[in-house]
């Protein structure tokens, strides 16, 4: 149960890099754009690649009537991931070290993992749910208002996931150094709990 | 088959027959090689391996072209007014263009020379000589935009200009002709003893590039040509030829070419430091402009200085000692080792090389045959490094590859020489189309030169383009020296009189381009950095609109309440922090120019309303889909009406 225990607090710590590290990336390229703009989302907000990268993604959103980019404050979001990361990070810790001195069984580690789960995948709705509103909440007196061939209004939600054309940018979003930090932390506690039950059932 | 005119196989034929060589006779595309296309092609979206920045003579501008493509990147105004920019027209530049004589817009600029470190060229600045109105300028390779403009006091015709020094340590400029110091009214047959000429030496902050004129040396009344300062072993020192030692006032062509041998002024400028700090100099009273562009505030000032520390060679041993060089020398230059001064005779069959240990030999010795108002002459043998026998006809200036060899220009014969330094054999050669001037190898003229390729600088064109007209544009071609023999590679045209180039790797500029002006550095006065500074403000009859530029609108886009009669500043203030994304500002009637905004920028245009009306202003520099849309109106009221002044965005 100790080397178990360990590999759930080094597991549980690595959620910290998400307070160093982007959660997640996209980037904008297009051929007048040689140096493709880039975001990169924090838990406390987001940030452009380049020191000006937001002005200039702002600067072409008008057109088609997006709204700037938010602020950190301008959204509840960035103020509750921090919080709920950093608690994420004590409970597990706290968890492992019950395990360590014993007064905890392997199940608290996989049961940290599926609220961690659930936490993130609350996450990804809401970041999906902003970034529709963001691409579909379209300014009516926008400059360019464009429609699908079948005459419906056009959006530009990024893709959450993946690459997206979007009119002649390729849109491309992908987890970062901070969400991969997470995901390796998580695996961890999964492998906390499958170390944790072998040790048991050698026992046994 | 290209048509051969008269004057080619006149010019042709005298080149064949003053220097007997072969290969001349070749048509006139010369031994081009079939790949040669290929070696100067550089694909779509490629960059160019080296830029070069080729004065642009009577233009008074510098060109920057890329190479091997021949490809013409910027045309970078140094002291002519630019309309394409407002350089020299808006409010902030004006003050750059200004001198003793009042505001000179344009200038004769002959030789870039870019700024060294230990000998090398280290891609911080471009110095440049207004020939005219005398005059240096330092030119920023991070902005390409031309940061300070000094004024030469005493100097007249500032053509044995701009050379620097191995670390950059003074900027040399020397007078072409020599006046009377101070100027004052006299018969100008009294020139002989009574004229002198001005040497001056300006020192360079290292940090900012800021020039000083530390001080100038007066030297007899000859014309100084050209000079290049020591390298290495010869640093310390710098060599100019002379002509007109004779001080001919009249037909100079002629009464100034009767000696059989002028002089290369060797010049210690390390003993002239010396001079200065033992205060042996004397200081006189003399007015020079000195004009500074600040990169924060994005303006440029003008001072007036009045006095300047002055060594007179004549009575200061050691300072000045005179090589005697046939004939009418024009170039003057050093080979890397700095060992070796070459002094192209204009008028001479030969090629005359001095050396540099046998120069200092000579002076220890005190070898020397006789003197010109009181500066030793030394003797001609007794300096002599070597002759290059019978190159050509008319030679003018010389670079070096790194290699050991060396490619001298000539004139009269229209041809690149190659000759090897040391053992002062032609080697190669190949004609030019037509009458070269100035050639310019990248880093070629300091102590580590890429000898990759030579760019010869023709002063006439002939048939290389379709024709324009009485005039065409100046020819430079490009030759690959790479190899044993060198190769044309292309000819391209240039902007108005190149002169000499400077050239360089590509690797040593780009990364230090700037891409913006970063909007929260932006410390112009008249800076509106945000919505929220946009405003119009009335004093009396002078009305200042501070207004911000962005993709695809002028805010503001109305105003009301100019009256005829008023001078009205134009703020703008460009809030794009994206690279390549200026804006312009034009508005009816205005009499001097458009602007140029780059990002983060603000420039000023006056403007003073004659019409009574609803007048529109736009931006000129085609910025976005909606660039068409990027304008407003300004109404002007008759004078003395009290139309309310009032301005706004976006309202009904
Ligand atoms: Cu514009």
């Known amino acids: ?101 014993g007064k905890v069984g392997y199940n608290w580690f996989l049961g940290w993992f599926v609220l961690m789960s659930v936490l993130g995948v609350l996450g990804m709705y809401d970041f999906n749910a902003w970034l529709t509103d963001y691409g579909s909440n379209l300014d009516p007196n926008a400059i360019m208002k464009l429609t699908h061939p079948d005459g419906t209004p056009m959006t530009y939600s990024p893709p959450l996931l993946g690459h997206e054309k979007m009119l002649n940018f390729d849109v491309t979003s992908l987890p970062h150094t901070g969400a991969w930090m997470m995901f390796v932390g998580m695996s961890l506690t999964v492998v906390a709990f499958f170390v944790g039950r072998r040790k048991r059932e050698k026992r046994a | 088959m290209k048509k051969l005119s008269l004057p080619t196989v006149l010019f042709m034929t005298l080149a064949t027959v003053f220097t007997g060589c072969k290969d001349q006779g070749d048509k006139s595309n010369g031994a081009l ?20 920045f080729l ?48 505001f000179i817009p344009w200038d004769d600029t002959h030789h870039p020379d870019m700024s060294q470190t230990n000998g090398k060229l280290d891609g911080r600045w471009i110095f440049m000589n207004g020939n005219n109105t005398p005059r240096v300028a330092r030119i920023s390779l991070s902005t390409f935009e031309t940061e300070e403009i000094m004024e030469i006091p005493n100097s007249a015709g500032n053509h044995n200009s701009a050379f620097v020094t191995e670390n950059t340590e003074y900027v040399v400029a020397g007078t072409r002709f020599s006046v009377p110091i101070p100027q004052k009214d006299m018969p100008i047959k009294d020139y002989k003893g009574n004229f002198k000429a001005s040497l001056s030496f300006l020192s360079v902050d290292q940090d900012s590039g800021e020039m ?29 030829t002379t002509y007109n030692t004779e001080e001919a006032h009249t037909l100079q062509e002629v009464n100034a070419s009767q000696n059989d041998k002028d002089f290369i002024a060797a010049v210690n400028w390390k003993k002239a430091e010396e001079y200065i700090k033992e205060g042996k100099f004397k200081t006189e009273k003399a007015e020079y402009a000195h004009n500074i562009f600040d990169e924060d505030t994005h303006m440029a000032t003008s001072t007036i200085k009045d006095e300047v520390r002055v060594l007179d060679a004549s009575e200061l041993p050691g300072l000045v000692y005179f090589l005697p060089t046939p004939k009418s020398p024009h170039g003057c230059d050093v080979d890397p080792t700095g060992e070796y001064i070459i002094g192209n005779g204009k008028l001479s069959a030969d090629l005359t090389v001095h050396s540099f240990s046998k120069m200092l030999d000579a002076i220890e010795n005190e070898k020397f045959d006789g003197e010109a108002y009181n500066i030793p002459i030394l003797n001609f043998e007794d300096v002599l490094g070597g002759t290059v026998k019978q190159p050509g006809l008319g030679p003018l200036h010389t670079e070096f590859d790194g290699k050991g060899n060396a490619y001298t220009t000539f004139f009269i014969s229209s041809e690149v020489v190659k000759w090897n330094v040391g053992t002062w054999e032609v080697l190669d050669r190949k004609p030019t189309y037509y009458s070269p001037g100035h050639l310019s190898i990248p880093g070629g003229n300091s102590q580590e030169p890429w000898g990759k390729y030579v760019l010869a600088m023709n002063k006439i064109t002939k048939d290389r383009y379709l024709p324009t007209g009485p005039e065409m544009n100046h020819s430079a071609q490009l030759y690959d020296i790479s190899g044993e023999k060198m190769e044309l590679l292309s000819d391209f045209p240039t902007i108005g009189e190149p002169h000499y180039a400077s050239m360089a790797p590509a690797d040593l500029i780009a990364p230090n381009s700037k891409k913006i002006y970063k909007l929260s550095e932006n410390k112009h006065p008249h800076a509106a950095t945000s919505p929220a500074d946009v405003r119009v403000e009335r004093d009396g009859n002078e009305v200042h609109v501070y207004m911000t530029m962005v993709r695809s609108h002028l805010n503001p886009d109305n105003i009301e309440g100019i009256k005829v009669g008023d001078k009205v500043y134009f703020h703008l203030t460009n809030l794009e922090q994206d690279f390549d994304v200026p804006h312009g500002f034009a508005v009816i009637g205005a009499e001097n120019a458009e602007l140029l905004v780059m990002p983060g920028s603000t420039e000023t245009l006056v403007w003073e309303p004659k019409k009574v009306g609803v007048w529109p202003f736009y931006c000129t520099d085609f910025c976005s889909a909606l660039h068409q849309e990027m304008s407003g109106y300004i109404r002007v009221s008759p004078e003395g009406s009290n139309t309310e002044l009032k301005w706004s965005l976006g309202e009904e």
């Open chain 1, 1 to 101: 149960m100790k080397k178990a225990s360990l590999i759930m607090i080094i597991g549980s710590l690595l959620l910290l890099g998400l307070f160093k590290f982007p959660l997640w990336h996209i980037q904008l390229e297009a051929p007048q754009y040689p140096d493709p703009l880039g975001m990169h989302i924090f838990i406390e907000g987001i940030q452009g690649e380049e020191e000006f990268d937001i002005q200039n993604i702002d600067g072409l959103n008008h057109y088609i009537g997006m709204r700037t980019i938010p602020k950190p404050e301008e959204m509840w979001e960035f103020e509750v991931f921090p919080l709920v990361i950093i608690a994420m990070v004590v409970l597990g810790v706290l968890i492992g070290i019950l395990g360590f001195i």
């Open chain 2, 33 to 52: 090689t079939s790949n040669a296309a290929e070696r100067v092609y550089v694909e779509p979206g490629q960059y160019d391996e080296f830029y070069a």
């Open chain 2, 55 to 102: 004065s642009g003579g009577f233009s008074g501008q510098m060109s920057v072209y890329g190479i091997p493509s021949g490809r013409l990147l910027k045309v970078v105004p140094v002291f002519s007014q630019d309309p394409e920019k407002g350089y020299g027209y808006n409010e902030e530049t004006k003050p750059m263009l200004n001198t003793t004589h009042g």
């Open chain 2, 212 to 240: 000083d004129l530390s001080f100038q040396i007066r030297l007899p009344g000859f014309n100084y040509d050209l000079a290049h300062p020591g390298r290495d072993k010869s640093h310390g020192w710098i060599f100019i």
